[in-house]
């Protein structure tokens, strides 16, 4: 039987990975990516905890932060493809229009 | 070693490989890709956590509507390759040394959070803590239902806000 640190440490790793993906790739689609493997760590860690202290509290919060998730990405999808549209590139470098 | 202990770790291997895989690649169509097998690995531990609902849940609007949205988008783009926009203004080894940087530090303090985390001693739960769909729903309109609503608005001004955004016209007002 797997326990709850198991689950912890594999939503820590994972929650890394995403982190890592943020602040190290330079194109909009993967950060957004890497956003929602952040969200899905913690997606585990709620389950995890849900189950182990035996509530369904955990499996309800993550039905809503499912939604959410969907809502987010179609906003910055959106955003993307605005931003796109004025700059023909993915680099978050390249939007600098509003640099002093 | 137990069966649930080993299907443990093959759904760790396949959700931690695969995310890897997906901030790894260059090309964003297959980092979506390999997202859906993050989520698949993902989907097979929540069944071994009793929680089939959120498993399902999982496939059919993460895997199934949310990346498709996204593939959607990178094929629409049609600007697959990862490339360096040569600057003065923005050095790109130096953002990469500090991100990295800033990464490592917060995996070392995760690492030390659930190392030192020997508070909450969980004995292993009984079988009956696994919900149905029936008892999940019934406390998301009763006990939930203003979050539901809440949600529902949310989802519509995010609606209506990724049509104004992405539309043709709003570029030039």
Redesign the interface.
């Known amino acids: ?10 939503s ?10 943020v ?5 909009l ?2 950060v ?3 956003i ?2 952040m969200l ?1 760590a913690v ?2 860690t709620f ?2 905890f ?5 509530s ?1 509290d ?3 919060i ?3 932060v ?10 910055g ?6 931003l ?3 700059v ?4 978050p ?2 939007f ?1 229009q509003l ?1 002093g | 070693m ?1 069966v ?2 080993i299907l ?1 770790y093959v759904f ?1 291997a396949i ?2 490989i695969t ?2 895989l ?2 790894v ?1 260059s090309n ?1 169509v297959y ?2 890709l390999l ?1 859906i097998g ?2 698949i690995g ?1 989907a097979g ?2 069944v ?4 089939p ?2 498993a399902v ?2 496939i059919i ?2 895997a199934g ?2 990346m498709v ?2 593939l959607f ?2 094929m ?2 049609n ?1 697959p390759r ?4 040569q ?1 003065n ?2 050095d ?1 080894s130096g ?2 040394a ?3 940087l ?2 490592i530090a ?2 070392a303090e ?2 030390w959070a ?1 190392t030192r ?1 020997r508070g ?1 001693a ?1 004995s ?3 079988e009956r ?1 696994s ?1 149905s769909v029936a ?2 729903g019934q ?2 309109f009763q006990e ?1 239902a203003f ?2 609503e809440a ?1 529902s608005i ?2 519509l ?3 209506v ?6 539309s ?1 016209h ?2 030039k007002r």
């Open positions: 039987m797997a326990e709850l640190n198991h689950y912890l440490i594999l820590g790793v994972l929650f890394t990975i995403g982190t890592a993906g602040l190290l790739r330079r194109n689609i993967t957004l990516l890497s929602e493997v899905n997606n585990l389950i995890a849900g189950h182990f202290l035996g369904s955990g499996q309800i993550v039905f809503f499912i939604t959410v998730a969907a809502a987010e990405a179609a906003v999808l959106a955003l993307v493809i605005a796109f549209r004025h023909e590139t993915l680099n470098d390249a600098r640099r | 137990p649930n202990l443990f760790a959700a931690v995310t890897l997906v901030v690649q964003p980092s979506v997202l993050s989520f993902l531990l929540y071994l956590l009793n929680a609902f959120v849940i999982q609007v993460y509507a949310i949205l996204f988008v990178v629409l783009l600007a990862e490339e360096v926009v600057s203004l923005i790109a953002t990469r500090i991100g990295g800033l990464a917060f995996a995760l690492a659930l985390s909450l969980v292993a739960p009984d803590a919900y008892a999940i406390r998301i939930y979050a539901f949600t949310l989802i001004v995010a609606m806000g990724a049509v104004t955004l992405a043709r709003s570029g």
